[in-house]
């Protein structure tokens, strides 16, 4: 029977499976973070042993401090403590504060080789997809799930539903991976995915580097999915060859070997397809509250009545009133008070050269901060002097860490400024307390930065 | 685990879609320790005036809110961040069922593995008791784990839940001691797995800390 790649990955890895179809799914990889605490917890409480400590990593990042800037209070910076005590107790190698191989989980993971292709990967945070870039199947789960794999290195799942989204020919100038996948969830909705694995295909995606698929896959989860994935192919055995974890000599020919055998079968099916056409597709920002609410930069702020169903218009009206917008407003005169250019969707050195490239010989209007995804990428951004390019415009370059992705570390967005983020959610209270956010590509938030507004990168 | 079977108790209800999880609980509270509970910050930053019980006056719906343990809300609660949080502070709040049309997917498997119950309807349902609820302040209901039944006055509806899921809220399991059975199975399966790709289970030692 032809099988697709989640398939593949999938059956390889069931351990065993119950009458009412729950499998039990083997994990080769689990990384934890500094917001994790309690799933260590928890296994405490249970009185269970780590399993494979040897098969979990560890880096902090959702509560570190990102510079003398940042305003961490005790609590914040115990739970960075608390992650190196639980990484110390239970024998897993962890990366803190000041390490070089320190940084967001997602951007950690890949770069250093521990994602691999055809490998089952979970972490506590729903960006897990972002592995999927990869070519390895990687959930995001909560805290007793973290906990179960921590015991038991395998994880209870229903099999789900498989969507596949092609995107055929080449992106126009100016449209990044990010642009990409606003569109994604704007044609599929907030749940379009729920209960779906997507898996991305066709020559836009190919075309794509290594991290602008993992870009993609990252907001998998803002359209509902759990889990998104590109078949790897060389750019990506490319892009791990001689990675610290990447397997080396005989393994990795045969690795290689059945990492080719990893991509669907052509006749193979799946439950839904999309297929979006690319020469429509522009940059995208968004003006509400949910990453559903995005529009091309070139149009207008929609009018809430128009939006479909009475909970929508009803969700609409909300979210222009949280974001202070009126209908009609052209998108390009909305006026910002910050930048962030950094996340897990946005902080790799590719992300970091598009934003230079556009920040170089400007000025900024607005506080803007670049807050590179991990430790090598700022020594990678560094060597090649984007660093300076930023602090000559006036940006505050930063330490690696979430940062004002989630505003768990001290470092938000003050209540009613309004801010231009590279990240992946514009949820109500996301960035801190009324904070105000307008999603979009580094290059775009970049422009924001240089002009004050919202602004149309490709006319700059 | 919670055990869960049957439960009467005063609807909140929350005509919202897309309800993310940080909304539900924000992210400036996600480090206290699950003993300090997290039921005072449910919603935290969500004014009732919009989003519970509307159409009843605000200090209603404080009162309503405040006694409620079953919530109503629209599709997609609970999509966004993967934390169990939201789960805990529903439950510290007094919540113990959870009805909507549809549910972000980790927020589902958290709340089942905690023992809230979350509940699936049609659209068509949660449009019910809305109007119910906002034509009558205390709308009670009844939902029967065991039978599957949610019923209020004169409506009676049967709603699906998982096998597995159902045993375990009715007993009160835990997963993962039951997952600590099948060590034989686990470790059967790493041997296998350690030969078809030696590179997944011998991983290069890392740099320690
Ligand atoms: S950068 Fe943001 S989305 Fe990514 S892991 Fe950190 S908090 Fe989560």
């Known amino acids: 029977m032809p099988a697709t790649m989640f398939d593949k990955i999938w059956d390889s890895h069931l351990v065993t499976a119950r009458d009412d179809g729950r499998c039990l799914l083997y994990v080769d990889r689990h990384i934890v973070h500094d917001a994790t605490s309690q799933a260590f917890a928890m296994l405490d409480a249970e009185g269970f042993d780590l399993r494979r400590p040897d098969l979990t990593l560890g880096t902090a990042d959702h509560y570190v401090a990102t510079g003398s800037h940042t305003r961490q209070n005790s609590d914040q910076i115990k739970m960075v403590e608390d992650l190196k005590k639980n990484a110390q107790r239970n024998g897993i190698t962890s990366y803190g504060s000041g390490h070089p191989r320190q940084g967001i989980v997602h951007v950690v993971g890949p770069e250093l080789g521990f994602t691999l292709p055809g490998s089952v990967l979970i972490c506590a945070d729903s960006h897990t997809a972002t592995h999927g870039a990869l070519g390895a199947l990687a959930f995001g789960v909560g805290q007793s799930e973290v906990m179960h794999v921590l015991a038991t290195q395998s994880l209870w799942q229903n099999r789900p539903k498989q969507m596949r989204i092609t995107v055929e020919g080449e992106l126009p100038f100016g449209v990044t991976a990010k642009d990409l996948i606003l569109r994604i969830i704007t044609t599929i909705g907030a749940g379009g995915g729920t209960g779906h694995v997507i898996e991305y295909s066709g020559g836009a995606i190919r075309n794509l580097s290594v991290e602008g698929r993992m870009t993609l896959c990252n907001m998998s989860i803002e359209a509902g999915a759990r889990a998104g994935m590109v078949a790897p192919d060389n750019k990506v055995f490319e892009w791990l060859y001689g990675r610290p974890f990447a397997p080396t000599g005989k393994d990795w020919a045969a690795a290689i070997d059945q990492w080719r055998k990893l991509p669907s079968d052509p006749d193979a099916q799946f439950d839904s397809e999309i297929i979006l056409d690319s020469p429509d597709i522009e940059p995208m920002v968004t003006w509400g509250t949910s990453p559903q609410d995005a529009l091309p930069i070139t149009a207008q702020v929609p009018d809430p009545d128009t939006l479909g169903d009475s909970q929508r218009c009803h969700a609409g009206r909300r979210a222009l009133e949280y974001m202070g917008l009126s209908p009609g407003t052209p998108l390009e005169e909305i006026t910002i008070d910050r930048v962030f250019i950094g996340s897990c969707t946005n902080s790799r050195l590719e992300d970091l050269r598009e934003a230079a490239a556009v920040a170089q010989g400007r000025k900024v209007r607005v506080p803007s901060f670049v807050v590179p995804g991990s430790a090598s990428v700022k020594a990678a951004a560094e060597a090649e002097g984007l660093h300076k390019i930023f602090k000559e415009a006036g940006f505050l370059w930063s330490d690696p860490g979430c940062s004002m992705c989630v505003a768990m570390n001290g470092d938000a967005v003050p209540e009613g400024e309004r801010c231009a983020s590279t990240s992946n959610r514009n949820f109500e209270g996301r960035q801190g307390p009324g904070a105000r956010t307008h999603l979009m590509n580094p290059a775009m938030a970049a422009a924001a930065a240089v002009t004050g507004h919202l602004t149309d990168v490709r006319y700059l | ?209």
């Open chain 2, 1 to 209: 685990m919670q055990r869960f079977h049957k439960h009467r108790g005063l609807v909140a209800a929350m005509p919202l879609a897309n309800v993310d999880t940080d909304q539900i609980i924000p992210a400036r509270y996600l480090h206290r320790p699950r003993e300090q509970g997290f039921g005072d910050v449910l919603f935290a930053d969500m004014s009732f005036k919009e989003s519970i019980q509307v159409g009843i006056d605000d200090s209603q719906g404080e009162e309503v809110y405040s006694n409620a343990t079953i919530l109503v809300t629209g599709e997609n609660f609970g999509c966004g961040s993967s934390r169990e949080h939201a789960v805990w502070a529903l439950m510290d709040a007094g919540f113990q069922v959870v009805i909507a049309p549809s549910f972000g997917d980790i927020f589902f498997g958290n709340a089942l593995k905690n023992g809230l119950l979350a509940i699936k309807v049609s659209e068509k349902f949660t449009e019910k008791l809305f109007s119910e609820a906002k034509s009558q302040k205390d709308l009670i209901i009844n939902v029967d784990l065991p039978t599957q039944i949610i019923e209020f006055e004169r409506s009676k509806i049967e709603f699906n839940i998982d096998s597995f899921w159902k045993y375990a809220l009715i007993e009160g399991l835990s997963e993962t001691a039951l997952t600590m059975q099948l060590e034989n199975e686990i470790r059967a399966f790493e041997a296998k797995h350690a030969n078809h790709a030696p590179w997944l289970q011998n991983l290069p030692k890392g740099t320690e800390e």
